[in-house]
C-alpha cells in the first residue's frame, strides 16, 4: 500500500536535494509526515470501501474492465438513442408574452 508513496518520497528527496541548497534531515521529517498522513488516508477510504488496484487479482481487475466496458457501451448505446429528436412538451401559456413588460434600463 506504500509502494506509490514510497516512489514519491524518493523523488522528493531527490528533487529537493538538487534544487534546493542540497540535502537536508528536514526533508526526511517531511517525508515521514507525508507517509503517515497517506497511510491514514489509505486506511480511512479501504475501510469506506475503496479496493486499491494493488490489492486485487488479476481476476478482479478482469471482471472490473469488463464491467466498466459494459457501462460505456450501454451509456453509447442510450446516448445513440437520445440523439433522435423529440417533441418536447412545454406547459400551457409558455410563448405567451409576459402580462407587465420589463422595464427597460435608463442611461
Do not use: C
Request: proline share 9%.
Amino acid at each position: 500500500m506504500l509502494t506509490p508513496f514510497a516512489l514519491y518520497a524518493v523523488v522528493a528527496v531527490v528533487l529537493f536535494s538538487v534544487l534546493g541548497k542540497g540535502f537536508d534531515a528536514g526533508l526526511l521529517v517531511g517525508v515521514a509526515a507525508g507517509g503517515v498522513i497517506y497511510a491514514l488516508i489509505a486506511t480511512v477510504m479501504v475501510k469506506f470501501g475503496w479496493n486499491p488496484p494493488m490489492f486485487q487479482s488479476k481476476e478482479e481487475r478482469a471482471a472490473a474492465a469488463t464491467a466498466s466496458a459494459e457501462r460505456r457501451a450501454a451509456r453509447a448505446a442510450g446516448q445513440a438513442g437520445a440523439d433522435a429528436p423529440h417533441q418536447r412538451h412545454q406547459p400551457q401559456g409558455q410563448d405567451d408574452p409576459p402580462l407587465t413588460p420589463r422595464p427597460t434600463p435608463s442611461m
